[in-house]
Each structure stands twice: as structure tokens, then as C-alpha cells.
DNA sequence: TCCTCTCCTTGCTT
DNA sequence: AAAGCAAGGAGAG
């Protein structure tokens, strides 16, 4: 190491790099050598654990001035003690909060969230992280760090020229009409995705519920994941399953096993469905 | 209004 | 190797 050249970003701070980075939250993480490497708001950020605390490197953007940002994104100003206070209601999620303890919830860009999570519709991690990165590679731009380069996420206005017949080139398939659309209502200003983080869970999802290809699931994460929306619950297959098997749930109305969900795991109920989502998917049942 | 069924792209897995 | 499956949504009935 370059003494100097990098920042211990926190010591002694319950954070769970490989969980919080690689729990399908975000999906353009890559380990190497025990460094991640993933682009954070045009920046190329290279991050790990060392006997210290964590370290890191940004570029273009300097480690001094990236290192708050940093902090935000990842979370680390959630209260983790008080979370699990909160959520720990049974042996299942308690089991799982034992097991990735100090996985958080990450604060990330709302326009790549939403795109992210727009590409999830039946499909894979692995399939979310090519398309983001394909993205990327087409529309973004370069930016390096120690010899490596990556490339930012393109912005609303990019995507939309880009047009849906090339996104579909791109393998994008069915949701290469969502992601071109949803891009020209951005960036023509009809929607501010910025401003949801300052309206209540209610009205935030509603304006999101409008977008075409967004829906009850995808709008909870893009609420959870990137606009501080702790009570956002998202249901996909893995936490239907697990709420199916571990909690007896039986009925299928998205709506209904939210409102149970926030009754029961109270007003970090996003918290457990990481946790349940993260757990039930590893273990893959 | 609300529920259920089908279709939609692609690629990895079994 | 054909079929199943993957952090779902829209439209029809």
C-alpha cells in the first residue's frame, strides 16, 4: 500500500462488506483480490476490509473528499443496534441477523436503483449485473483507477436517445421498452426522483407505480434501496418463499403481506427482508 | 374491484 | 438435451 494514498473509513463499525455489497442490493460490485470494485455516482471506487477498518480508493474524485458520500452510500448511519432491536421477532430473522450481521442497507443513485431493478423483472443477479454493466460499457463514461477502468452509469438523457430497438441489441429483451420509456419520462422532467426521498412511503410509491414496468416489487426496492425507505418491504420469490414456509403466510395479495410485514417487523421492516431474502437465497430452498 | 392466467427475452442450470 | 428457473409487470378475462 501507498502509505497515505488510502482512508480508513471507519474502525470499529459494524459493517459487513461481502453481505452488504454482494446481497443483490447493488449490481455492479466485482471482487478481486479481496478488493471491491464498483462505480459510485461517476466515481470508480475500490474498497475492502483490512485489520483496521476499511479502505479505500476513488478516482476521479479524491478519498478525502469521496469518504462521506462513501459513508452515506453504504449506510453507516443506520443505528444497527437499534435495527435489530427492532426486527429481531423470532428465530428465523435472528438466525439470519446472527449469521450476515453487519450486512446494511445501501443509500444508492435512485436513476441507476430504478434501472437496476426495472432489469430484474424475471430475471437473475447474475443476468441484473451483465445488463448494468453492458449499459455502462455502451453509454457511460470511462473513468480509471490504479490501471483499471470502468465506466459511469449513463444518465437519463443518454438512455433515451439510445432508443429501444439498440437496447434491445443489448439483450435488454422485453424490459428494453421500460428502461427507454422510463428514461424519457427522466429526463424530460416528468418525474423527480430526488424529490421522492422527501415525500412518506405512500406518495413516493404511487409516483413510481406510474412508471411503465414498474411495479409493486420493483417499486419497494428502488423505496428501499435508494430512497430512505426503511418501511419499504419488497416481496419477490425468495421472500415469498420464505415467508410461505417459515412464517405460515398463505395468501398472495402483495399489499396485505406488506401491511402484515410492517406490523409485525415494525418500521425497519426493509432490514428483515434483506436479511430474509439474503438467507433464503444463499441457502437455496 | 380484485383475482388468476399467460406472455414476455435471454441465458444459466439440471 | 429439453425443460426449468431467474429480486416481475402488463394485459386479458
Same mark, same amino acid.
Do not use: E, M
Given at each position: 500500500m501507498d502509505e497515505g494514498k488510502y482512508l480508513i473509513l471507519t474502525s470499529g463499525v459494524n459493517l459487513n462488506l461481502e453481505s452488504t455489497l454482494l446481497s443483490?442490493?447493488?449490481?455492479?460490485w466485482k471482487i478481486k483480490d479481496y478488493w471491491y470494485e464498483g462505480v459510485i455516482a461517476q466515481n470508480l471506487i475500490h474498497i475492502r476490509d483490512s485489520d483496521l477498518g476499511i479502505e479505500f480508493y476513488s478516482a476521479p474524485v479524491s478519498e478525502g473528499e469521496f469518504a462521506d458520500r462513501l459513508s452515506d452510500y453504504l449506510g453507516l448511519g443506520d443505528n444497527l443496534d437499534l435495527i435489530y432491536q427492532s426486527i429481531s421477532k423470532d428465530v428465523q430473522i435472528s438466525s439470519a441477523i446472527k449469521k450476515y450481521t453487519g450486512m446494511r442497507i445501501l443509500r444508492q443513485d435512485p436513476w441507476e436503483c430504478l434501472i437496476a431493478f426495472i432489469c430484474s423483472a424475471n430475471s437473475s443477479l447474475i443476468r441484473i449485473s451483465s445488463a448494468m454493466e453492458t449499459l455502462s460499457e455502451n453509454f457511460g463514461q470511462r473513468i480509471t483507477l490504479k490501471n483499471k477502468a470502468r465506466y459511469t452509469f449513463p444518465s437519463a438523457h443518454v438512455l433515451a436517445e439510445a432508443g429501444e430497438a439498440r437496447l434491445r441489441q443489448l439483450?435488454?429483451? *422485453?424490459r428494453a421498452k421500460y428502461v427507454s420509456k422510463v428514461a424519457e419520462i427522466v429526463s424530460e422532467g416528468k418525474i423527480d426522483l430526488m424529490e421522492l426521498k422527501h415525500l412518506p412511503y405512500d406518495e413516493a410509491k404511487e409516483k413510481l407505480l406510474n412508471?411503465?414496468?414498474?411495479?409493486d416489487k420493483i417499486a419497494d426496492c428502488v423505496l428501499l434501496f435508494s430512497?430512505?425507505?426503511?418501511?419499504a418491504f419488497p416481496i419477490d420469490r425468495w421472500v415469498k418463499r420464505a415467508l410461505e414456509d417459515?412464517?405460515?403466510?398463505?395468501? *398472495?395479495n402483495y399489499s396485505k403481506i406488506r401491511e402484515w410485514a410492517l406490523e409485525y417487523f415494525g418500521e425497519f421492516a426493509g432490514y428483515a427482508q434483506q436479511y430474509l431474502f439474503h438467507q433464503r437465497r444463499l441457502q437455496q430452498l
Open positions: 443483490g442490493q447493488a449490481h455492479r439483450k435488454l429483451g *422485453f412508471l411503465p414496468g414498474v411495479g430512497l430512505d425507505k426503511p418501511n417459515w412464517y405460515s403466510i398463505k395468501l *398472495f
